[in-house]
């Protein structure tokens, strides 16, 4: 059900900026409002309790967000008069892939032993958006484990070209 609930208030929210010609806004405050969420994890909780009465919740979100009347303030006390800010994460989530999308915009996600230089990124990155057609948004982990080469996630396709996938696949062949 949290998807579905996250998913259908995303779809709302994001078809509104549409409509009012103010996505990229939206997505920034999102953004925003999101981080300070996840940082304050006690906020959700106070804006989440039936002990608190919707006046004073508004008047916290006020404080906290400022009191100017926005798409994303009035979507944040709508959601919390909902009793749905507990599903803030999940929403701004599945509105960051309505955005992704409508932009052209492919997430991918790089695994590497050791950080990447910024040279290295960079050619990455373009080589990734010339084989996709689309901008690339790439997001790093750093594992090493995986000792050397690289492992690339893209959606629910992953490329292992690192020296722990070559020898786990050695080990099947010999295995086999």
Same mark, same amino acid.
Request: no cysteine; charged share 40%.
């Given at each position: 059900m949290t +998807?579905?609930? +996250?998913? =259908?208030?995303?779809e709302a929210l994001? @078809?509104?900026?549409? @409509? #009012?010609? !103010? $996505?990229?806004?939206v997505y920034n405050d999102l953004t925003e409002c999101s981080k300070v969420f996840e940082d304050h994890p006690d906020l959700v909780t106070l804006l !989440?309790? *039936?002990?608190?009465?919707? !006046?004073e919740k508004h008047s916290i979100i006020n404080k906290v967000f400022g009191e100017e009347s926005g798409t994303v303030h009035d979507f944040i006390c709508l959601v919390t008069d909902k009793n749905r800010i507990r599903y803030f994460g999940k929403i701004a989530e599945a509105f960051n892939a309505l955005y992704d999308d409508h932009m052209g915009i492919k997430e991918m996600t790089v695994v590497t032993?050791? *950080? $990447?230089?910024?040279?290295?990124?960079?050619k990455l990155i373009l080589k990734l958006e010339?084989?996709? +057609?689309?901008?690339?948004? =790439?997001?790093? @982990?750093? !594992? *090493?484990?995986?000792?050397g080469g690289i492992v690339l996630k893209m959606g629910d396709t992953m490329i292992d070209d690192s020296v722990k996938?070559?020898? @786990?696949?050695?080990?099947? #062949?010999?295995?086999?």
């Open positions: +998807g579905d609930v +996250g998913h =259908l208030y995303a994001f @078809e509104l900026s549409l @409509e #009012q010609n !103010d $996505l990229e806004k !989440d309790s *039936p002990v608190v009465m919707k !006046d032993s050791v *950080p $990447l230089k910024a040279d290295t990124r960079e010339e084989k996709s +057609g689309k901008k690339v948004k =790439l997001k790093e @982990e750093v !594992d *090493p484990s995986i000792i996938g070559r020898l @786990e696949s050695i080990a099947r #062949q010999l295995k086999s």
